[in-house]
């Protein structure tokens, strides 16, 4: 009776991991492909450009930039479910792979405490690389902080470089089903893979 019971619980386990996930891709980071310069970025510490489309330091040690979004569109039941994932896809590179950078998410509540930050490794990948780091959204999430810091190691110039930032919700379609749409004014979903695809797919690059 009770290996029986150990057999029906892992297979409902087995069952919910290969649910399907499904991804939205959001515009709610803007200028993240840097084609409009600096707009919608603010740079908080050293110096930085974006003259040929993408981000890159000055002549100094350190830049630390960021963009404040607001979470205000999306479904607050599903926020609050503590089912939502996010996922930002963004790409790095650097000169001749001496300077470090990484990108971090933090997620504030609505006075402005940080309630979570996750950070991609530092790194300083020799040509431009695919990146992506994803996590659980907290539920009192009210707005998001994308940060990108490089720091320089070699030369003069802080040769760290970001472009393609993109922002993507992800839910399970079971709990889509149950909460709604991503938004509160409910868009309609993509289905894409399966719920170990992005991990699978982020582990490789690593
Ligand atoms: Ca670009
Ligand atoms: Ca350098």
Not at 21 to 38: A, C, P, R, S
Not at 68 to 97: C, H, R, T
Request: aromatic fraction near 12%; avoid cysteine.
């Amino acid at each position: 009776m009770v290996r029986s019971l150990l057999i029906a619980t892992s297979l409902v386990f087995s069952s919910l991991s290969f649910a399907d996930v499904v991804t939205m891709k959001t515009d709610l980071v803007q200028n993240g492909d840097f084609e409009n310069g600096m707009e919608h970025w603010d740079t908080y510490l050293g110096n930085v450009n974006a003259d040929s489309g993408f981000l890159k330091g000055g002549l100094t040690t350190a830049y630390s930039v960021d963009q404040n979004v607001s979470l205000a569109s999306i479904n607050k039941y599903l926020l609050s479910s503590g089912e939502l994932s996010f996922l930002v896809d963004f790409q790095q590179g650097s000169y001749i792979s001496k300077d470090k950078g990484r990108l971090a998410v933090a997620f504030k509540d609505v006075d402005g405490n940080v309630l979570s930050v996750i950070y991609s490794p530092s790194k300083a990948p020799p040509a431009w690389s695919d990146e992506s780091i994803g996590a659980s959204i907290p539920i009192n999430a009210h707005t998001m902080t994308i940060n990108l810091y490089g720091t320089r190691s070699d030369g003069s110039y802080l040769d760290v470089y970001f472009d393609n930032i993109s922002f993507s919700l992800q839910a399970s379609s079971d709990t889509l089903n149950k909460y709604g749409g991503f938004y509160a004014s409910d868009v309609p979903v993509l289905f894409l893979g399966g719920l170990f695809l992005p991990f699978l797919m982020r582990r490789k690059k690593s």
